[in-house]
């Protein structure tokens, strides 16, 4: 596993796979069964996710989230228009269901490692298809290299009943992203009846190690050496379905 070297900041409009190809080259090219894991943050970056605060009006039901939560109006009226519902909210936690079904922290809206000549006071969305920049970055890097890459864009979400962020993947592209093991044989013979592995998330955790969560300017990690033969899932498989969720 190995972070690459030599990336620049992202800007919107950035050849992003250009980017990453050139830093590949730079760390030795890449062999079958490589994973890019990527940061969400490049990715949203490169497409132009960035919204200025000063530039957005807080409804009356922002507005009054806002006081119960202590946040921002406007910060909070942003995350309303990328969620499908809140979730739960108290002081200084604001829990939705984002527009792609992410259950997480602020629509995943943040003003961490952002670059202050976007706006007078910018933010940064996630991308609008996690699964389908995944897609786009795994075909042009494949093409370019001539062999398949599988791509993964992560994020760091907090748990459940867990301390601490991880990394989980927000979309992914050629491989598995949920791993249905169910039927194959444990260490005994007997056969697996409920095993699921998520497959995509433990290599987005893998990376994270790499990559930080502060100033550490590492948003693209190479991982060698991963065997999966399963077909490609994407990484909304990774969502469990609400009518299966015992706690919504």
């Known amino acids: 596993m190995v972070a690459l070297p030599g990336l620049p900041l992202i800007r919107p409009g950035d050849d992003l796979a250009g980017l990453l190809a050139a830093a590949i080259e730079a760390a030795g090219g890449v062999a079958p069964g490589d994973v890019l894991v990527l940061a969400q943050k490049i990715v949203s970056k490169a497409e132009g996710r960035y919204v200025d605060l000063d530039t957005v009006v807080p409804s009356p039901r922002a507005e009054a989230l806002a006081v119960e939560t202590g946040k921002d109006a406007r910060l909070v009226e ?7 519902r809140v979730v739960r909210h108290s002081p200084h936690v604001l829990i939705v269901e984002h527009r792609c079904g992410f259950v997480m922290a602020n629509a995943g809206i943040d003003r961490s490692n952002v670059d202050p000549v976007e706006g007078s006071d910018p933010v940064l969305l996630l991308p609008q298809d996690a699964d389908a920049s995944a897609g786009r970055l795994h075909h042009a890097l494949s093409a370019r290299f001539g062999l398949p890459l599988a791509v993964i864009v992560s994020d760091s979400f907090g748990r459940p009943w867990r301390q601490g962020t991880v990394g989980v993947a927000l979309g992914a592209a050629g491989l598995p992203a949920l791993q249905d093991l169910r039927g194959e044989p444990d260490l005994y013979g007997r056969p697996l009846r409920v095993t699921e592995t998520g497959f995509a998330d433990e290599i987005a955790a893998a990376a994270s190690l790499l990559m930080g969560q502060g100033a550490e300017g590492q948003p693209a990690v190479l991982l060698r050496g991963l065997a ?8 909304a498989d990774l969502i469990r379905d609400a009518a ?4 919504r």
């Open 228 to 235: 999966f033969d399963a077909p490609p899932r994407p990484a």
């Open 244 to 247: 299966e969720d015992l706690f």
């Open 78 to 84: 942003l995350i309303l228009r990328e969620s499908r």
